[in-house]
């Protein structure tokens, strides 16, 4: 945020584990101020709004819309909880942000986002990854006249044990590949899928795609692995070139000629830059959401496009079929 530039007032509709310690502490460094806290139960609002400095806490979104002094609103709520709030707000002339995937399913999420148009009122979609400055940079490179163009790519996210039937799974984390597909390569055209395990044995699920230009895309993807280890790694190809994503933070970059280029935050310096939560994407992706809020810039990760990756989820569950 520039110097001298106010502040977005913002209310924020929930409180739980991952809006505490991943969307929050981001909301200042982006330019969004804390007004007031809603949740479920008036003393979890309460204690959020102490923690973050906020002047109001609710336990009603209408309340808290009725009492003004909003610009906009940030929400992170299950995704069958979304669609309600999201309507609400943007009844209010607010734009609204929500927590990945923003809706139950694609359907929803469409519906929700004619209503946005309807009125006029932004709603973004907070896919954090595509704000990650690696992948940021990858895109840049991967589109890049000496790349040769992409032709092949492949996505690992396996983490530990989330204990979910396949279709949660799918919705809860492995959207997040699915989107940054999208963002990377273009859309998917074609899709088959294979599917291990369960919610307790873990998942195993490998993907094959084409997206609409003719590349060929693999995602190696599962609930098989450790919270604690390595559990996500981008490549992307071209006509000799070929950059990685390495554990989010770690750029690879092999030009087709040259040396290899590898780059990652300084972690040891304390500036922006080098913060996890910038580098996760969740600064960069609050910060833009508040240029959306302003007026006059596009929204790069909106209501629409969330559709389009909760359909793609839906494709994979399908095309999984039952596991063995």
């Known amino acids: 945020m520039s110097a001298g530039t106010p502040p977005l007032r913002v209310g924020l509709v929930g409180a739980g584990r991952h809006a505490s310690t991943s969307l929050h502490p981001a909301l ?5 101020e804390p007004v ?22 609710h336990d009603d979104v209408g309340a808290m819309l009725d009492a003004g002094g909003l610009d906009a609103v940030v929400v992170c709520v299950p995704p069958d909880a979304y669609a309600p709030i999201v309507r609400r707000c943007v009844e209010a002339g607010l734009p609204v942000f929500t ?84 963002f990377l390569a273009g859309e998917v055209a074609e899709l088959s899928a294979e599917h291990s395990g369960d919610g307790e044995r873990g998942h195993a699920l490998a993907i094959l795609a084409r997206t609409a230009t003719g590349a060929l895309l693999t995602f190696q993807v599962g609930t098989v692995g450790a919270w604690s280890q390595h559990n996500e790694r981008v490549e992307l190809y071209g006509g000799g070139a070929s950059v990685c994503v390495d554990n989010l933070d770690t ?64 494709r994979v569950v399908a095309a999984a079929g039952a596991p063995r």
């Open 28 to 32: 200042r460094p982006a330019g969004l």
């Open 36 to 57: 007031a806290v809603c949740t479920r139960h008036l003393e979890q609002a309460q204690a959020a709004a102490r923690r973050l400095g906020a002047e109001r806490a």
């Open 99 to 182: 927590e990945k995937p923003g809706a139950a399913n694609a359907a929803e999420a469409r519906t929700l986002a004619a209503f946005a148009a309807e009125r006029r009122v932004p709603v973004m979609v907070g896919f954090m990854k595509r704000f990650a400055p690696t992948y940021r940079r990858a895109r840049e490179i991967a589109r890049s006249e000496e790349f040769g163009g992409l032709r092949m790519a492949s996505l690992k996210f396996v983490v530990g044990r989330m204990r979910l039937p396949l279709d949660e799974y799918v919705v809860e984390n492995v959207c997040h590949p699915l989107d940054l597909a999208r």
């Open 251 to 314: 750029l690879i970059h092999r030009p087709a000629h040259g040396p290899t280029q590898v780059s990652l935050p300084n972690y040891t310096v304390p500036l922006p830059a080098n913060f996890t939560g910038t580098t996760m994407g969740f600064v960069p992706e609050l910060e833009h959401f508040r240029a959306v809020a302003g007026g006059g810039v596009a929204c790069e990760s909106d209501m629409a496009g969330a559709a389009a990756t909760l359909e793609l989820a839906a």
